[in-house]
């Protein structure tokens, strides 16, 4: 049988032990509270759409409660897009305006860089389709 060691050197072992564990699951816990961002978010008066993909997006149209438009011609793997409500169109020429209306649903669509369709729709709460 081992002589066990001095109570100094069980000290130490366990509190590397304790901060080794510690460490871990402070660790585990960054990784599982940090959820990735939504694709399309609105909020303080601006939409903001981040291509998530690999993969640039080409003539990006998004459009506001069916009716108000905007976009840009290329969204690159990483990029984003801001844009203020106020500068979404009807086809008439129309503003969004925010003293009037709310957001209730946003819908993204393009064709990345391999020549697929991308579509994104927000309803108000969450991101239902992509």
């Known amino acids: 049988m081992k002589p066990r060691p001095p109570a100094p050197a069980r000290r130490v072992a366990a509190a590397r032990r304790l901060a080794c564990w510690s460490l871990l699951a402070a660790g585990t816990m960054l990784v599982a509270c940090n959820r990735p961002r939504d694709p399309i978010i609105v909020g303080g008066g601006m939409v903001v759409l981040e291509n998530q993909t690999a993969h640039e997006w ?9 009716h108000f438009r905007g976009g840009t011609p290329v969204l690159l793997p990483g990029g984003r897009m801001t844009g203020p409500l106020r500068d979404f169109r009807t086809a008439f020429g129309q503003r969004f305006d925010r003293g009037r209306q709310s957001v209730f649903k946003v819908e993204v669509t393009a064709t990345d860089a391999t020549g697929a369709p991308v579509r994104l729709t927000w309803d108000g709460k969450r991101i239902v389709s992509r």
Request: proline content about 0%; charged content about 20%.
């Open 58 to 66: 080409r003539n990006v149209v998004v459009t506001v409660n069916d």
